[in-house]
Antibody, heavy 125, light 108 residues
């Protein structure tokens, strides 16, 4: 059973860079058609897609964040990572990593399931 | 960017009742719409994809319908574990992939 786990600092200072890693277990991050996602949720609010990365390293970013984000993949460690620079209080959120939904031999990278449990990142000095 | 508007914001119902949730897109998303369920303290879970296909392991009481700009998630008879927040999401036009603001289904 595929499982995802986010890790990284819980507090980041304003203007610094937020760095998170998602470790995938129970399956290979290099599976064909696999594209992995980062999604965030400010406290008490809705969901925002941050961006996605394929196993080969192709990236797709939310235009609203594109200038500040970098998503990378490390297939040797079965991990993918998020870096968000120049953070402000508006970046305080629960950050999730998510898998493409796969069914009957087909994977849909734009649908997300399963998700990691999420990690809360607070931007504060 | 395609904006998804969900209504109502909150739905107050009793167990056993039928729940009807709406998601309206700012432009056509064809059938490229999904629904997720999020319980307190948990990550979202995919319920419905491509407007009407139930994801693996999702009970038959959950159904999705619609195309173009208007979509509906129906829960035929609410179970206690169904009280949660529900989000719609589109993949027709990206970037960005976008989510609706959510509908909370609460116990009346």
């Amino acid at each position: 059973q595929l499982q995802l786990q986010e890790s990284g600092p819980g507090v980041v200072k304003p203007s610094e860079t937020l760095s998170l890693t998602c470790t995938v277990s129970g399956g290979s991050i290099s599976s064909s058609s696999s594209t992995w996602a980062w999604i965030r949720q400010p406290p008490g609010k809705g969901l925002e897609w941050i961006g996605s990365i394929s196993y080969s390293g192709s990236t797709y970013y939310n235009p609203s964040l594109k200038s500040r984000i970098t998503i990378s993949v490390d297939t040797s460690k079965n991990q993918f990572s998020l870096k968000l620079s120049s953070v402000t209080a508006a970046d305080t959120a629960l950050y999730y990593c998510a898998s493409p939904y796969c069914s009957s031999g087909r994977c849909y990278w734009e649908w997300f399931d399963p998700w990691g449990q999420g990690t809360l990142v607070t931007v504060s000095s | 960017e395609i904006v998804l508007t969900q209504s109502p914001a909150t739905l107050s119902l009793s167990p056993g009742e039928r729940a009807t949730l709406s998601c309206r897109a700012s432009q056509s998303v064809s059938s490229f719409l999904a629904w997720y369920q999020q319980k307190p303290g948990q990550a979202p879970r995919l319920l419905i994809y491509d407007a009407s296909n139930r994801a693996t392991g999702i009970p038959a009481r959950f159904s999705g319908s619609g195309s173009g700009t208007d979509f509906t998630l129906t829960i035929s008879s609410l179970e206690p574990e169904d009280f949660a927040v529900y989000y719609c999401q589109q993949r027709r036009s990206w970037p960005p992939l976008t989510f609706g603001g959510g509908t909370k289904v609460e116990i009346k």
